[in-house]
């Protein structure tokens, strides 16, 4: 299976300059860059941002910035991306990181709670074509709420993880909160009338979902 994916990845398009700089320097300065995106999914995110003709997106979990970066450099020239991301150590990385892609203008980086931010971006009256969910997988049921108001008709909410290694179909254990949150957030989903979804087997499990 990792022959496969090696030649999915060898097969697409290739990544930009500045993303295999914030992979290198994601390497270098983090303990986690497992949780990078990586080229396949950053380049199925892009081009989903194209053939949608997305020109909002709101990212919940932006570690050092790959995902922005992949959805935001597919925006028209007044497209606007807000990206929010709790670990603050990482915003100096991630700052450098929008700058060598030239997206400065376009992204905006909010430090703090995700859910905190999606409130005050909720008073602004800020409405989103594409939201994608990557943050703490514990909450990704609250986030649908919160953020289920925010999306235009149309629009995509994205939830990545959600195959969660396999874990998902194997009778998780009561003290296993990640795993039971990933199973209740993908059986409301599917059983919820206002949208259209599917699981496409993607790295660890895209939940693309569309509002009616
Ligand atoms: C899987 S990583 C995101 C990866 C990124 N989207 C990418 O593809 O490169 C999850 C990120 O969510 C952040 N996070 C976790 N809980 C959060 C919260 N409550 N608010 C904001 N960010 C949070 C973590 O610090 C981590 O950087």
Redo the contacts with the bound molecule.
């Keep these: 299976m990792e022959q496969i994916y090696k030649y999915i990845e060898d097969h697409a398009s290739t990544p930009s300059p500045a993303l295999e700089w914030l992979v290198k320097q994601t390497h270098i300065r983090t303990n ?1 860059a497992r ?3 990586g080229a396949t ?2 380049q199925f995110m892009h081009m989903l941002t194209k053939i949608s003709g997305a020109k909002d997106i709101l ?10 970066i992949c959805f935001a450099s597919a925006l028209p020239e007044d497209g606007h991306m807000d990206t ?4 603050d150590e ?1 915003e100096d990385l991630i700052l450098e990181g929008f700058e060598r892609a030239g997206l400065s203008n376009k992204i905006q980086i909010h430090i ?4 905190e ?1 999606v409130l005050k971006l909720k008073e602004e009256g800020k409405m989103y074509d594409i939201v ?1 969910i ?3 997988k514990r ?1 990704y049921c609250e986030y649908y709420e919160l953020i289920f108001d925010m999306i235009r008709p149309g629009g995509l909410i994205l939830a ?2 959600v195959i969660w290694d396999g874990k998902v179909c194997q009778d998780p254990l009561p003290q296993d909160k990640q795993t039971l949150s990933i199973v209740r957030f993908n059986d409301m989903v599917s059983a919820d009338p206002r949208v259209e979804s599917v699981i496409l087997p993607i790295r660890d499990g895209i939940n693309v979902i569309r509002k009616k």
């Design positions: 986690h949780m990078l995106s999914q950053g990212e919940l979990g932006t570690f050092t910035g790959y995902s922005a929010l991301e709790l670990n990482l703090g709670d995700c859910k931010t994608y990557d943050a703490n909450e990545d993880n």
